[in-house]
Structure formats: structure tokens, C-alpha cells
């Protein structure tokens, strides 16, 4: 079990006087090795970040922005597209490796899509996602040949889960606990549900909980709707490790999270704010903020955490 620290970081600060008194003490569970920097209008470390949710667009000066905000913060993103837009994010790959991660944004119910697979991965893909609006449960067996491939891969694949969008499809066929039976069939996907199931976030947690292949982001509206009892996310993801309750290796609730946006990249840091703020209201050590930030996804895509 991940110990929780005792005292949250802005009560810690204020304890202490701020860095200087975080550096006195020699505390590296909370800021380590890094460089403190302002983000979001708070202090926080320069930690190496995956966003794991982010959504191509064809702007002109969509790559120029996103590389620039994102290198400058030690961040990388997986940018999903089409399979009809995937080139632009192939060839933003070859000159952005550091930033870009090439993901898919596939149509379960594309009759072709077992090819548009191979193609894509043929193009440099290292992931699938968001998938979103299946015309059948997401867990109906017209699906696993999908998920038998993209687990082939190697690619992970992000589930949207929960509320979607007005004149959106298929809200009650993206329920979360569609993700415990795929996760069962296939062990060696590494699936990860968008938005914490939206608002169905005790299902969610749950199924993260016991399937050891499953983390979920927490992108979308919650951490606004939450932003006056954000410590109600504690009382979501509940547990600590194992227990009566638990299988025996059952990972601390927060570190089955991965940072994600899905925003225009310029919004990161705002985004990142909220996540501390969470955070710090659920006590979640700095160990376990490093993971949720990029060290999960980063063991998931085998790529190396930099400093």
C-alpha cells in the first residue's frame, strides 16, 4: 500500500514556509530533483507529463503551438485522429518526436476497420483512441476481433466513457463497466477510460479497481463540477490497497489515473492546476502525482520519463 502524506501540499507550504522550506527540510517526495516553476498560476515541479487525451486539429498553427507550450513544460501528447487526418500527425511525429505520440481515433463500426488497423500501424501508431459511440455495447463480441488486434499491437486504447456530447450516440452502450469484460477477455490490453465515467464515477473506479489493465483520466467537466468538494474524489477512489475488500495486489485508487485534457493544447496548464488542486484535496503523494502525470503512461508506450 502507497502511504498518503499527512499533510496536504498548499497546508504544507504554508507550514513551512513555502520552498524554502521544503528544501530545509529535504523533502523529495514532494518536489525531488526539479525546479519548481509557475503553472497555472501556482507553483508547482516540472514534472515529465503524457497527456494520454488529445484530439488533432487542423488549424495551421495547431503542431507550432502544441510543440512549443508542451516542450517548454516537459510534456508529450498522444494526438488521436481520423484515420483519413493520421498522416498529419504521422509526419508531426518525424518532427516532433519528443512531443508527439501518433494515436488513432477509430470507428468500431467502420466495416474496414481491421485494415485501417494495419495501416495505421504500418504509419508509426502507438495507440487507439477515442473510440466512441459504438452502435452496440462496447463489451458485445462484434467488437473482440478490434480488440484482439489493437492488444496485438501492443497500442493501448482509450475508452470514452459516460456523458457525451448533446445529439451524441450511444451514452448507454459507453458505460464503464462495459471495460471489466474486455479487460478480462484481453489481459494484455492496457485500456484506459476518458472522463472517470461521467457521470457515473463510482462504477468506474470500481472497475479500475479490479482490473489491473484499466486506469481512467479525468478529463471533461469534472474537476469544475467538483471544484468546491474536490475531496469528494477521494471518496470515489476510496481505496488504499489491498484489503478485506480487495484482491492482494490492488494498487493504491489514485495511481490507477493518467493525466489527460482533452483540450486545445494552450489550455495544459490550466488543466494541470485542477489536478493539483485535486490533489492536494485527496492527499495524494508526490510519488504517486509523478505516475498519474507521465510515469504510467510512459511504462504503457515504453517510452523513458526525462528529467
Known amino acids: ?3 498518503i ?3 496536504s501540499r498548499r497546508r504544507f507550504l504554508k507550514l513551512t514556509g513555502g520552498v524554502a522550506g521544503l528544501a530545509a527540510l ?7 530533483a526539479d525546479t519548481p516553476v509557475t503553472i497555472g498560476g501556482r507553483l508547482q515541479p516540472k514534472r515529465f507529463t503524457i497527456d494520454v487525451h488529445m484530439h488533432y486539429n487542423k488549424a495551421p498553427e495547431y503542431f507550432p503551438t502544441l510543440v512549443n507550450l508542451y516542450r517548454e513544460r516537459n510534456a508529450m ?3 488521436n485522429a481520423f484515420t483519413a487526418d493520421f498522416p498529419a500527425v504521422a509526419e508531426a511525429t518525424k518532427q516532433y518526436p519528443d512531443v508527439v505520440i501518433p494515436f488513432a481515433r477509430l470507428l468500431l463500426d467502420d466495416a474496414d476497420i481491421l485494415s485501417q488497423i494495419d495501416r495505421l500501424a504500418a504509419m508509426g501508431c502507438k495507440g487507439a483512441g477515442e ?4 452502435r452496440f455495447n462496447y463489451d458485445d463480441e462484434r467488437y473482440f476481433p478490434i480488440y484482439e488486434k489493437i492488444a496485438a499491437k501492443g497500442w493501448p486504447a ?16 459507453m ?5 471489466i469484460t474486455i479487460a478480462a477477455k484481453f489481459p494484455n490490453l492496457q485500456i484506459i477510460g476518458a472522463h472517470l465515467g461521467n457521470p457515473d464515477y463510482e462504477e468506474a473506479a470500481e472497475v479500475a479497481r479490479w482490473c489491473k489493465n484499466v486506469h481512467l483520466d479525468v478529463t471533461g467537466s469534472t474537476l469544475t463540477k467538483f471544484k468546491g468538494n474536490l475531496r469528494r ?11 478485506q475488500h480487495s484482491a492482494s495486489d490492488t494498487e493504491y485508487a489514485f495511481e490507477k489515473l493518467v493525466f489527460g485534457t482533452d483540450e486545445p493544447p494552450e489550455h495544459l496548464d490550466v488543466v494541470r492546476s485542477q489536478h493539483e488542486d485535486m490533489f492536494d484535496a485527496c492527499v495524494v503523494p508526490e510519488s504517486t502525482r509523478r505516475n498519474v502525470y507521465g510515469g504510467t503512461m510512459a511504462r504503457i508506450l515504453g517510452i523513458k520519463v526525462r528529467d
Open 233 to 243: 474524489l477521494k471518496e470515489i477512489m476510496w481505496w488504499e490497497g489491498p484489503s
Open 5 to 7: 502524506d499527512s499533510l
Open 77 to 79: 501528447a498522444c494526438v
Open 131 to 134: 473510440l466512441r459511440n459504438p
Open 26 to 32: 529535504g523533502r523529495t517526495s514532494m518536489l525531488g
Open 175 to 179: 458505460r464503464a463497466e462495459f471495460l
Open 158 to 173: 482509450l475508452f470514452h466513457t459516460g456523458i457525451a456530447g448533446f445529439g451524441a450516440l450511444g451514452m448507454p452502450r
Open 1 to 3: 500500500m502507497i502511504p
